[in-house]
């Protein structure tokens, strides 16, 4: 079944990771990173499935683990110190958490954008900033679009070379970085020809001149206005709560955090409604599907 956020308007969709991402990046919250956290997992892997298994321990949680290490060791701000290093340089409890947070919010980002790149899709990047940047519009569409084509023309690249003797698990050391540099010299050349080809393809078709119009099956709908209106509202509440410090949080110089308060906790449940938001519409439609499905 197709994911029923994507079908959305992508305004909708557009809008949705900017304020999700906007509040897990830049106000750092602990809260608010594990409802997000938690938010963007769910979404990753019912959208991926099991494939979402090499997105958070391939990607996602080795770019926590180094964030996490490394801030301790370079950033040695806070009040707190636990121990100091060889070199004189302290360890410092408000440095270590900021590190965690920190490497949490980038794999968070890394599970947001992952399913971003499935949601948004190029031609929903093209019609939304099409008129207004078109050129920066194409090359950022082709970037979001670069990484899966790229993955699966290696593994065609890679089977190919196999059928013929030259696997990379094949043959001494030598052999083995003779047969990978062939594979990598045969996807430049791939990745530089498809770039050529489609700049001359969209230069053809007129992509960028005034007055081009374009085709597109995106209609704004009442749906569509229900959602945006749900998730402004969300997002203004979060933001008038941070302005006016009833949510806040300080890592340095010693960590604090606002109280549990009717207007913190309430912000919490906006923030969770906006984080599962996606998933809610799936499973409201999933089971619309299986109960019309069952009465057949």
Request: contains cysteine.
């Amino acid at each position: 079944m197709k994911d029923t956020f994507s079908t959305y308007h992508p305004i909708v969709n557009f809008i949705f990771y900017i304020f999700v991402l906007g509040i897990s990046m830049f106000f750092m919250h602990p809260i608010f990173i594990i409802i997000s956290g938690v938010g963007a997992l769910s979404y990753v892997f019912y959208l991926k499935g099991k494939k979402a298994i090499f997105v958070v321990f391939a990607i996602a949680f080795p770019t926590f683990l180094l964030s996490a290490i490394l801030n301790p060791l370079f950033s040695h701000q806070g009040m707190t110190t636990l121990f100091y290093l060889k070199s004189g340089n302290p360890i410092t409890l408000e440095s270590i958490v900021y590190g965690i947070v920190a490497g949490i919010t980038i794999a968070i980002v890394v599970l947001w954008f992952s399913s971003f790149n499935q949601v948004m899709t190029s031609d929903k990047f093209i019609y939304l900033f099409g008129k207004i940047i078109p050129a920066i519009s194409l090359i950022l569409s082709m970037v979001f679009r670069f990484v899966p084509r790229f993955t699966e023309q290696l593994k065609k690249v890679s089977y190919s070379q196999k059928c013929i003797g030259r696997d990379v698990t094949d043959g001494n050391f030598l052999q083995k970085v003779k047969q990978g540099i062939k594979i990598i010299s045969i996807m430049i050349t791939w990745a530089l020809e498809n770039s050529v080809e489609t700049a001359d393809s969209m230069r053809s078709r007129g992509y960028g001149l005034r007055g081009r119009s374009h085709f597109h099956t995106y209609n704004f709908e009442k749906r569509d206005i229900c959602v945006i209106t749900i998730m402004a509202v969300c997002f203004i509440w979060i933001l008038i709560g941070v302005i006016t410090k009833q949510i806040f949080v300080l890592y340095y110089p010693l960590y604090s955090i606002n109280q549990l308060s009717v207007y913190s906790l309430l912000s919490y449940i906006l923030y969770f409604i906006l984080c599962f938001l996606p998933l809610f519409l799936n499973v409201v439609e999933d089971i619309k599907w299986y109960y019309l499905k069952s009465k057949i």
